[in-house]
Antibody, heavy 121, light 112 residues
Framework: QVQLQESGPGLVKPSGTLSLTCAVS?????????WTWVRQTPGTGLEWIGE???????NYNPSLMSRLTISVDKSKNQFSLKLRFVTAADTAVYYC??????????????WGQGTLVTVSS | QSVLTQPPSVSGAPGQRVTISCTGS?????????VHWYQQLPGTAPRLLIY???NRPSGVPDRFSGSKSDTSASLAITGLRAEDEADYYC????????????FGTGTKVTVL
């Protein structure tokens, strides 16, 4: 059973960098899956942030691309998110998830429990 | 930024059937991309409920079913139970958004 666990600071100052890590257990990050970040705010529902393959290939949400970096550490079986120049609008619950391809689009079959990140001074 | 539109809420009595619609466009569902559905119970992470339009992962009751037609998709819950009270989201892909995976606006199901 694949398990994912997010970790990182729960409070980030405005204009700072939000950094989160997702540890994967029960499976290899080098499997044929995309490793994904999703966030959720009360006002805007679920938002796909971006994803990474074990090769290092990434896809990012165009609205976040200029501030976003997702990386993978195969030796630790984990992947990470960095979002720069954050504002209050980036306050959300951040989830990591495993992306699995169906015939024509990707779905997310395993999720972490989520971690609340608040942007405030 | 959601490009998949769902009704904000639906409700039904125990045992009844409810359906949730998910309306996309010619660059998402209408382009032939699969639709997936998630259930989110209060205070928990989303759970994959339906994948590839109509397939249920192991452990999902057959009371849940999905379908897709043209630019929209639907999730049906038959024999509604109290434990089905949750938020439901559809998800697909939109080719007009540089490879973005997109979620629906979400629907709250209330069991009366």
């Amino acid at each position: 059973q694949v398990q994912l666990q997010e970790s990182g600071p729960g409070l980030v100052k405005p204009s700072g960098t939000l950094s989160l890590t997702c540890a994967v257990s029960g499976g290899s990050i080098s499997s044929s899956n995309w490793w994904t970040w999703v966030r959720q705010t009360p006002g805007t529902g679920l938002e796909w942030i971006g994803e990474i393959y074990h090769s290092g290939s990434t896809n990012y949400n165009p609205s976040l691309m200029s501030r976003l970096t997702i990386s993978v550490d195969k030796s630790k079986n984990q992947f990470s998110l960095k979002l720069r120049f954050v504002t209050a609008a980036d306050t959300a619950v951040y989830y990591c998830a495993r992306g699995r391809d169906s015939s024509s689009s990707r779905n997310f079959d395993y999720w972490g429990q989520g971690t609340l990140v608040t942007v405030s001074s | 930024q959601s490009v998949l539109t769902q009704p904000p809420s639906v409700s039904g009595a125990p045992g009844q059937r409810v359906t949730i619609s998910c309306t996309g466009s010619g660059s998402s569902i209408g382009a032939g991309y699969d639709v997936h559905w998630y259930q989110q119970l209060p205070g928990t992470a989303p759970r994959l409920l339906i994948y590839g339009n109509s397939n249920r992962p192991s452990g999902v009751p057959d009371r849940f079913s999905g379908s897709k037609s043209d630019t929209s998709a639907s999730l049906a819950i038959t024999g509604l139970r109290a434990e089905d009270e949750a938020d439901y989201y559809c998800q697909s892909y939109d080719s007009s958004l540089s490879g973005s995976k997109v979620f629906g606006t979400g629907t709250k199901v209330t069991v009366l």
